[in-house]
């Protein structure tokens, strides 16, 4: 599978046949491989979102779906957020977009086994913190962070993981035995 960062919290997953786009930016003008994404996830519950015009499968609320390879799992309880968990390929990743604090226990629950972790960081020191806390409260294999504007906004992320800085690539290609066993990687990527 590839991964492409679109810029803010815009990330597209590439399966083989099928893809998938989460937080669109602009479907019509930015995202032109989006308007081939089998499914599109917003992760706001608000009206602006709802009226996202897509021939793709468009997942917009709290749910269980199961489309075109792509097992979703769409979470509440995040104010206007929605948080989503992506099963494809025998890998599990979950997208984060506007967290403003620590994950609760009962949340955390539904992050269990997490492969990687598409997290905002946000655009303040304070947002670099609770992305922080939040990646070690989940533990996943594979950190990449988003929602911001600067590469020096990633490296001050990466301060506060403790991690040096990762080289920016252009997509992510990784398979189930490709992800790191011992450690969690970070990875940075340009917008595509």
Not at 14 to 23: H, I, M, N, P, Q
Not at 137 to 149: A, F, H, W
């Amino acid at each position: 599978m590839n991964i492409f960062w679109y810029g803010k919290n815009s990330v597209g997953i590439d399966s083989g046949e099928y893809s998938l786009v989460a937080s669109p930016v602009d479907l019509e003008k930015e995202l032109k491989s989006a308007k081939a994404a089998n499914v599109v996830l917003a992760s706001k519950e608000s009206e602006e979102d709802r009226k996202i015009k897509t021939t793709s499968f468009l997942i917009n609320n709290p749910g269980e779906y199961d489309v075109k390879g792509f097992f979703v799992m769409g979470l509440g309880g995040f104010g206007e957020n929605i948080a989503y968990t992506i099963e494809v390929e025998g890998v599990r990743l979950c997208h984060l977009a506007g967290l403003n604090k620590e994950l609760t226990d009962a949340q955390l629950e539904n992050f269990s086994d997490i492969d990687i972790l598409l997290i905002d960081i946000g655009s303040t020191d304070d947002s670099n913190e609770i992305a922080s806390k939040i990646v070690n409260q989940i533990e996943p294999r594979i950190v990449i962070p988003i929602g911001y504007d600067t590469v020096k906004k990633a490296s001050v992320f990466f301060k506060e993981m403790g991690a040096s800085d990762a080289e920016p690539q252009n997509k992510l290609n990784i398979k189930k035995k490709d992800l790191p066993q011992e450690e969690t990687k970070m990875i940075v990527l340009n917008i595509a």
